[in-house]
C-alpha cells in the first residue's frame, strides 16, 4: 500500500490567497484527521472524520477554514483567506475506526504564508 | 479535557546505551490508550509503541519499552541499545476510549533525542 498520501508536499502562497490541501487516505480506512503541527502549539488536531461524516471540528481555528470529504478515498482542507499565522506543517492520518488502531500519518504538507 | 505533558524538551545519549524518556498526562477516564510516535527530521509521523489502560503488562517493541503506571499518570519509553537512528523528535499521545467520543490523538509538547556517536 501507498500509504496517506498528501499533496502538495510544500506550498507557498500570499495572505489573503485560497489554500487547498489534499489527502487520500489508505484504502479501507474509515476514519479520516487532519493534524496541525506548529512550534507555538505542537500538534493539534483540525477536525475528524468517521465513514466520510465529520465527527469532530472543534479544532478548526475559524471560519476561514473548511474540511470535506466526498468520499472514502479523497479530502481537502481548505484555507481562504490565508494569513500567515497559518504557516505551518498540515498532516492527514487515517486509520480503522477504533482507538485502539493506530493512526498512519502522510508525509504532511508545508505551507508558507508570506 | 485530557493534557499531555513531556517534561524534557532535549535529551541526548550515546550509541549503544539506554535512555528513558518521561511523559505524564491528566484525564479522568478509566478507559484509554497511549502511544509513542517517533518523527525524524523526514517529519514522517511513526508508531513506536502503544499501550491500552487496561493491561498492567507493560509494552515492549524491540528495543523499545515502556513503563506504565496508571495510578500515577506516567508513560515513560526506554530505548535500549540506542542507534544513531533514534534520533528525531518523540511524542507522547493519549486517545480515549472510543465509546466515549474522541477517536483523536492528543499529543504532548515533544523530546528531541540526539544520539552520539
Known amino acids: 500500500d501507498a500509504g496517506v498520501i498528501q499533496s502538495p508536499r510544500h506550498e507557498v502562497t500570499e495572505m489573503g490567497q485560497e489554500v487547498t490541501l489534499r489527502c487520500k487516505p489508505i484504502s479501507g480506512h474509515n476514519s479520516l484527521f487532519w493534524y496541525r503541527q506548529t512550534m507555538m502549539r505542537g500538534l493539534e488536531l483540525l477536525i475528524y472524520?468517521?465513514?466520510?461524516?465529520?465527527?469532530?471540528d472543534s479544532g478548526m481555528p475559524e471560519d476561514r477554514f473548511s474540511a470535506k470529504m466526498p468520499n472514502a478515498s479523497f479530502s481537502t482542507l481548505k484555507i481562504q483567506p490565508s494569513e500567515p499565522r497559518d504557516s505551518a506543517v498540515y498532516f492527514c492520518?487515517?486509520?480503522?475506526?477504533?482507538?485502539?488502531?493506530?493512526?498512519?500519518f502522510g508525509p504532511g504538507t508545508r505551507l508558507t504564508v508570506l | 479535557a485530557q493534557t499531555v505533558t513531556q517534561s524534557q524538551p532535549e535529551m541526548s545519549v550515546q550509541e549503544a546505551e539506554t535512555v528513558t524518556l518521561s511523559c505524564t498526562y491528566d484525564?479522568?477516564?478509566?478507559?484509554?490508550?497511549l502511544f509513542w510516535y517517533k518523527q525524524p527530521p523526514s517529519r514522517q509521523m511513526i508508531l513506536v509503541i502503544r499501550q491500552e489502560a487496561y493491561k498492567q503488562q507493560n509494552a515492549t517493541e524491540n528495543r523499545f519499552s515502556v513503563n506504565f503506571q496508571k495510578a500515577a499518570k506516567s508513560f515513560s519509553l526506554k530505548i535500549s541499545d540506542s542507534q544513531l537512528g533514534d534520533a528525531a523528535m518523540y511524542f507522547c499521545?493519549?486517545?480515549?476510549?472510543?465509546?466515549?467520543?474522541?477517536?483523536?490523538?492528543?499529543f504532548g509538547q515533544g523530546t528531541r533525542l540526539t544520539i552520539n556517536p
Open positions: 484525564t479522568s477516564e478509566s478507559d484509554y490508550y
Open positions: 492520518a487515517s486509520s480503522l475506526r477504533g482507538s485502539y488502531n493506530e493512526q498512519f
Open positions: 499521545a493519549y486517545r480515549s476510549e472510543e465509546i466515549q467520543g474522541a477517536q483523536k490523538l492528543v
Open positions: 472524520f468517521n465513514n466520510n461524516v465529520p465527527i469532530d
